[in-house]
């Protein structure tokens, strides 16, 4: 079987038109771009790959990143000026945000604090570490709200163990998949990478993202190769993700 090696094939080389639903290019908001010089920097970057279109997704985590829609809002309209000022042209950006499920994660909720992907579809996230002990009823809320709950990088979650049972588990709950393009390129160990081909192989990915922070992922991302086998279930992939806009 031919591979993405032996054809010196490269993943970004099928980016093209691809819309990034999963970044932190917002600048100052996170452990994202630093500043909006930085942001210019990744959107140029990524734009090298034929991506121009994006959904910013900053975190919203109670005592770590307590952003709020008005300050996703003003980091995001600082870079949209910038790109005018400098006369970066065909790029498509609008925002979202991740969000942990943690204590105050069902407060925003309620009080229609949450910024979604698109009206339908919410970016959510735990701890690596542990589940977070009221995730199951916060996902029941999403869902009782008409809202898809999208689960980012489940690959990277270590208490579920590489298990296909526990990810069909949360599967069964409602939730849709989002995998980290990075995973694929073992960016994060080989653990990751093992969970991320297997729940590729097995059909539980809904969505991508790059998840790109800095210019050190741009980097990472450009370096990832893939076994043809591969390839139809990302095509699909990167398709879908077209319907969130």
Do not use: W
Not at 141 to 170: C, S, T
Not at 214 to 219: A, E, G, P, V, Y
């Amino acid at each position: 079987m031919l591979s993405f090696f032996t054809r010196k094939e490269y993943l970004v080389d099928h980016l093209n038109g691809f819309i990034d639903i999963h970044n932190h290019i917002l600048p100052g908001i996170d452990d994202g771009a630093k500043n909006v010089e930085e942001s210019i920097q990744l959107i140029k970057a990524f734009r090298e790959f034929g991506i121009s279109k994006f959904i910013c997704t900053p975190h919203i985590m109670h005592n770590y990143h307590d952003n709020t829609p008005k300050s996703i809002n003003k980091s995001f309209t600082i870079l949209k000026k910038e790109l005018k000022t400098k006369n970066i042209d065909n790029i498509d950006i609008k925002y979202a945000a991740e969000h942990m499920i943690d204590e105050n994660f069902e407060h925003l909720l309620d009080n229609n604090e949450v910024l979604t992907l698109n009206s339908n579809h919410i970016l959510i996230e735990m701890s690596y570490l542990q589940p977070s002990i009221n995730f199951n009823q916060s996902v029941e809320k999403i869902i009782k709200k008409g809202i898809f709950p999208v689960f980012a990088h489940p690959e990277r979650y270590q208490y579920l163990n590489n298990d296909i049972k526990n990810y069909e588990k949360l599967k069964s709950q409602g939730l849709k998949f989002q995998l980290n393009l990075l995973s694929l390129g073992g960016y994060y160990g080989p653990d990751v990478k093992k969970a991320a081909l297997q729940l590729l192989e097995n059909n539980l990915y809904d969505f991508l993202g790059s998840d790109a922070h800095n210019m050190t992922h741009i980097q990472s991302l450009k370096s990832i190769k893939l076994k043809e086998g591969y390839k139809k279930n990302l095509l699909y992939l990167i398709h879908n993700n077209s319907t969130l806009v």
